[in-house]
């Protein structure tokens, strides 16, 4: 175990459906992250939180709002999705966001939401 | 603009081969990179991190090193067993952003 738990492990949803994909992590970690891993290509990174504000917004559509009501939750609300966003969710934290070349860079991920949009 | 390339994208190997998967990168200005591995249908899990200062870093039957001026970075298995069959991705975080830029990874089976 990594210490970051994300639910739920699998989720099917109808593009006009609202969900959304939980993480909480138990390190004690001051920045969290969003990352899409599709086939094929490499993990994209979504979103980055830092003590709880928003830091990276990688150019996401608004169908994917992100929420983190504390440092150790973070939540993916999903809405009006497409097929193409059928990937998996990964989410990670670290000690800190902008750690440069410390180890408080390292990330620790999660095992994932696997996300199919019918 | 960084760029991570993983070559080749699957190996397979017999047990008890030593190996090297490859990652290179474009922008030498990078703070560290970072090698995880990946099992299926599972989140990453980090192997070892080797910040820009360092050459190498080992763990176990691991040894990663780090050549910034050619845009290098190796993974060495040593003594490959079937639990070793994974995807390995690597990750370089670029000076001044932060942020990981990952490859696609190498699919790796070890056959008994």
């Known amino acids: 175990e990594t210490g970051v738990t994300q639910t739920p492990r699998h989720l099917v949803m109808g593009m006009t459906n609202k969900k959304s994909l939980k993480c909480e992590q138990h390190?004690?970690?001051?920045?969290m992250y969003w990352y899409k891993q599709s086939a094929k290509k490499p993990l994209e990174l979504m979103f980055v939180?830092?003590?709880?504000?928003r830091v990276e917004n990688n150019s996401v559509p608004s169908r994917f709002s992100p929420e983190c009501p504390n440092s150790s939750h973070l939540f993916l609300h999903l809405h009006t999705l497409q097929p193409e966003d059928s990937a998996l969710y990964l989410c990670?934290?670290?000690?800190?966001w902008g750690g440069g070349r410390s180890a408080k860079n390292i990330q620790y991920f999660g095992a994932g939401t696997r996300l199919s949009v019918l | 603009k960084q760029e991570v390339t993983q070559i080749p994208a699957a190996l397979s190997v017999p047990e008890g081969e030593n190996l090297v998967l490859n990652c290179s990168f474009t922008?030498?200005?990078?703070?560290?990179l970072q090698w995880f591995r990946q099992d299926p249908g599972k989140g990453l899990t980090s192997l070892l991190l080797?910040?820009?200062?360092?050459r190498e870093q080992t763990s176990g039957r691991l040894n990663a090193s780090l050549d910034k001026s050619s845009g290098r970075s190796t993974l060495y298995i040593a003594a490959s067993q079937p639990g070793d069959s994974a995807t390995y991705l690597c990750?370089?975080?670029?000076?001044?952003?932060?942020?990981?830029?990952f490859g696609t990874g190498t699919r790796l089976k070890v056959l008994a």
């Open positions: 922008d030498s200005a990078i703070y560290n």
């Open positions: 080797i910040q820009s200062s360092q």
């Open positions: 390190l004690g970690h001051n920045a």
């Open positions: 990670a934290s670290s000690q800190e």
């Open positions: 939180y830092s003590l709880e504000e």
């Open positions: 990750a370089a975080t670029t000076s001044g952003t932060y942020k990981y830029i």
